[in-house]
């Protein structure tokens, strides 16, 4: 037991020469294990305010799920009212919710009868998170790799055009980009399809997956060559040049995991620039996630959906921020609290 | 038997909105309607033209006082579990789309069945109703009054069968695949919400031999600019519409392939006759109608997708010509001159100019029509109009209350031919007459031809009833729609009529 401990000092030790403070010195999966205990713990309060606040909030916006221009009859419209609770108090109503949701139900949808929430959002999520794990992915290498092209590059001719691409990739939205491409590619080319999903296989992520990575992927690449720059001019990676190793060396094993930080860090950013930007891309391909659902949700006041949507994507955030700072500690353990 | 994929014919439908629901008696949108057609049939049914024709019921005789109808089942009529089709099923669908305790979203469409009003407001238990079954393949209907247009109320959704089984067994959950039992030409395979909607042929159904389609897929085209995209990718073969504003390029482009056909709506701006500056004041109210030029919006503006209105009744109502007023055929100086000798009657000038507020639910559309409105107001009368744009469900609710609003957008579609399917919105009982209008002669009007069984005696009322709203001008008619789908050039069997309705067992793909 003490020999294992001892040797994972070692290498933890060896692994962090230069952040040698007495927090680095405790064992690492306690700490870690600690830190993640304690976020999701403080995500817990986090989320029931977000629910309470998206409840409430909801309740405040006019009109009803069961309004339309066609008006129901007084008796019928009292009848749905009672068989959704909407004729109780607003707070017995909260307590309700949150009552179902303690044991996981997140109740009946009011625009889609017949369907419940769960079924909904399970339904959709794993159609959004492959185009948003697609997306990230993507983001991740390309972004990344261009960035570092860029740094490598710098000052010539392609650093130049690649950083005024990546100034038009942040600055376009996807409500322009995704119409655009399927104009171009789906009806004047006609290489791949203008929607839908999983009709076609791979090729209907194609386009959707690009509209959406495409903001992150300019970012992500302006981030690195700055970050990338930055490193390479510092002092170790002089010394490092100095002992006369190779190009390739310096870069990866010394330059990229400083360099690596920041972009790290913006992933949490990205994340959710991805999830906001899958309502808009969703809604224009026709794909069946739940961004879209978030949409119609809140147009058609469907209470639950909206509230259950709004859920997973808190939990999703929280998750993905925790992520991120257990990566972090992994490349720079002087991150990991005490 | 599984066939090859080739020789698989498969219709690619673009259908709007997601439905809310399959379940025949709850649904109300359009296209919840356009699927359960297929997965369902009435006791009538609508040739491709739009015509009456047999359903489930092969023939039928009607009373001489128009208030008995007799249905003869077919003897081949079956679910699409294999089980016989009886009168009971049809029976049990009836009262349970009168039924407030099932929640039913269209108990109006059912009003004229005896004792409808009152099971649907809870006064009497369903089984009042006047529809009963004397044996398994009769259904005799009794009506509170004769209604000229009743066989078309049977081939609406409201009136289909219910599979009694499966109610039971999933109450409101029956309408998804694997659960729905219906007798319609096609079956439901596959539900992915918001992505789409999978139905194959019946081969219960009992003219499925005379069915050339085998499989249809309805997608969900919420945005019509995305629908188009996909039309002309290749990967839909029907629309549900095309977006207004690209309407003169999809003619110019997609010519043979777009059929603009009358459709049975109008879309109208209401007054609010509860609150000035609208109540008592029909001269104002007359000159802000005939200051508008609906030919310039229905053929510049919404570039010849939608046709002039100058009444609440479209056109296409089979024996009733749509009201004209005679100031529609003036010159416009004359028209112009005749609004301003109002405007100056109802008390306003350009130095004590109207000031109205115009409300519309957020779209381009709406928004270009009352910018255009304002400025015809404007230009022509010197109104000033402050232009407002609401979210749906927010605009929905202050129109509602009658103390919010001044103008107002309204849009109305019929459910059947007949002229009673609009005029009576404007009855003062009216749960939709947000303009709170409010004429015991116009109610007696409609009363007396919700009474009348000679159909020139009722159309002359009708006529009378629309004279009373020229006259009253609750409303000020803007435009009738037109239906305009995309149907590409193999598609054969499709026919355009006023209600729209398309079933899938009457269309046939051609090799393409």
Redesign the interface.
């Given at each position: 037991m003490r020999r294992s401990e001892n040797r994972r000092h070692r290498i933890r030790d060896k692994r962090c020469r230069t952040g040698a403070g007495a927090a680095s010195f405790r064992p690492v999966p306690a700490s870690v294990l600690s830190l993640a205990l304690r976020r999701l713990l403080g995500a817990v309060p986090t989320l029931l305010v977000l629910v309470t606040l998206v409840f409430f909030l909801m309740r405040a916006a006019p009109g009803g799920p069961f309004d339309r221009e066609r008006t129901l009859p007084p008796q019928i419209e009292a009848r749905l009212a009672a068989e959704y609770r909407l004729d109780q108090p607003l707070w017995r109503q909260y307590l309700h919710y949150l009552g179902r949701l303690a044991h996981g139900d997140l109740g009946p949808s009011f625009q889609y009868e017949g369907f419940t929430v769960g079924e909904l959002i399970g339904s959709g999520a794993p159609v959004s998170a492959e185009l948003g794990g697609a997306a990230l992915l993507l983001a991740l290498l390309l972004g990344g790799g261009l960035g570092c092209a860029a740094a490598l590059a710098r000052g010539s001719a392609v650093d130049r055009a690649l950083m005024l691409v990546s100034m038009l990739g942040i600055s376009v939205p996807n409500y322009v980009t995704a119409p655009l491409a399927i104009l171009l590619f789906a009806v004047l080319l006609n290489w791949l399809p203008a929607g839908g999903w999983s009709a076609h296989g791979m090729a209907d992520a194609v386009l959707p997956v690009l509209a959406l990575a495409l903001p992150q992927i300019a970012a992500i690449a302006r981030l690195t060559r700055a970050s990338l720059l930055e490193v390479l001019g510092a002092g170790f990676i002089r010394a490092a040049r100095a002992h006369g190793l190779g190009e390739a060396r310096v870069l990866l094993g010394h330059a990229f995991k400083p360099a690596a930080l920041p972009v790290l860090s913006y992933l949490g950013p990205a994340a959710a620039g991805i999830l906001t930007g899958s309502v808009v891309v969703e809604q224009t391909f026709g794909i069946p996630g739940i961004g879209r659902y978030f949409v119609q949700g809140a147009l058609n006041r469907d209470y639950t959906l909206v509230l259950g949507v709004v859920l997973f994507y808190g939990t999703l955030i929280v998750l993905f921020n925790l992520l991120v700072d257990l990566l972090y500690g992994w490349l720079d353990p002087r991150a990991l609290p005490a | 038997m599984v066939l090859p994929a080739q020789a698989q014919s498969v219709l690619r439908v673009g259908n709007g909105a997601?439905p809310?629901?399959l379940?025949p008696h709850?649904g109300?949108g359009v296209s919840a309607g356009n699927i359960v057609r297929d997965l369902y049939e009435g006791l009538t049914s609508q040739s491709p033209s739009g015509a009456v024709a047999g359903g489930a019921a092969e023939r039928w005789e009607v009373s001489a006082d128009g208030r008995v109808y007799t249905f003869h089942l077919r003897p081949g009529a079956r679910w699409s579990s294999g089980e016989a089709v009886t009168a009971d099923d049809f029976v049990a669908g009836l009262r349970r789309s009168a039924d407030?305790?099932a929640?039913?979203?269209y108990?109006?469409i059912l009003a004229p069945i005896e004792n409808a009003e009152d099971v649907?407001?809870?006064r009497l238990p369903p089984d009042r109703l006047g529809a009963v079954a004397p044996d398994a393949h009769t259904v005799v209907i009794r009506l509170a009054q004769p209604t000229p247009y009743f066989l078309q109320v049977l081939s609406h959704p409201a009136s289909f069968p219910v599979y009694r089984p499966n109610l039971l067994r999933y109450g409101?959950?029956?309408?998804?695949p694997g659960r729905l039992v219906g007798n319609g030409a096609y079956t439901l395979v596959e539900w992915?919400?918001?992505?789409?909607i999978v139905l194959v042929r019946n081969r219960n159904y009992w003219d499925d031999a005379h069915t050339a389609i085998d499989r249809v897929e309805y997608?969900?085209?919420?945005?019509l600019?995305?629908e188009l995209?996909?039309y002309?990718?290749?990967?839909l073969d029907l629309t549900s519409a095309i977006p207004m504003a690209q309407a003169a390029w999809v003619r110019r482009t997609l010519g043979a392939e777009l059929h603009l056909a009358p459709y049975l709506g109008t879309y109208f701006y209401g007054f609010n006759l509860a609150r000035a500056p609208f109540a008592g004041n029909a001269n104002l109210r007359r000159a802000l109608s005939m200051a508008v030029d609906r030919e310039l919006i229905a053929g510049k503006l919404l570039q010849g997708a939608a046709l002039p209105a100058y009444g609440l009744l479209p056109p296409g109502m089979p024996g009733y010509p749509p009201a004209r007023p005679d100031w529609a055929d003036w010159p416009a100086s004359r028209r112009i001159a005749q609004a301003r000798a109002l405007y100056a009657q109802a008390g306003y000038s350009d130095q004590h100019p109207l000031q109205v507020e115009l409300r519309f639910n957020t779209s381009e559309d709406n928004r270009r029509i009352a910018l255009l409105v304002a400025a015809m107001w404007q230009q022509r009368l010197g109104v000033r109009t402050q232009l407002v744009n609401e979210?749906?469900?927010?605009?929905?609710?202050?129109r509602?209350l009658r103390s919010a609003t001044q103008a107002f957008r309204?849009?109305?579609i019929g459910d059947y031919a007949d002229p009673m399917a609009f005029a009576r919105i404007l009855r003062s009982s009216d749960?939709?007459n947000d303009e709170a209008y409010d004429s015991p002669a116009y109610d007696a009007l409609l009363a007396a031809a919700s009474a009348q069984a000679d159909a020139p005696r009722r159309a002359a009322l009708f006529a009378q009833a629309e004279q009373r709203l020229a006259a009253d001008t609750p409303i000020l008619p803007i435009f009738h729609y037109l239906s305009k789908h995309l149907v590409k050039p193999y598609v054969d069997g499709w026919s355009d009529n006023p209600l729209d309705v398309h079933y899938t067992k009457d269309l046939r793909l051609r090799p393409h």
């Open positions: - | 997601e809310e629901t379940d709850q109300q407030p305790a929640g039913a979203r108990p109006e649907s407001a809870g409101r959950e029956f309408a998804r992915a919400v918001q992505s789409r997608y969900p085209t919420e945005d600019a995305s995209k996909r002309r990718a290749g990967e979210e749906w469900k927010v605009f929905l609710q202050n509602r309204v849009s109305w749960g939709r």
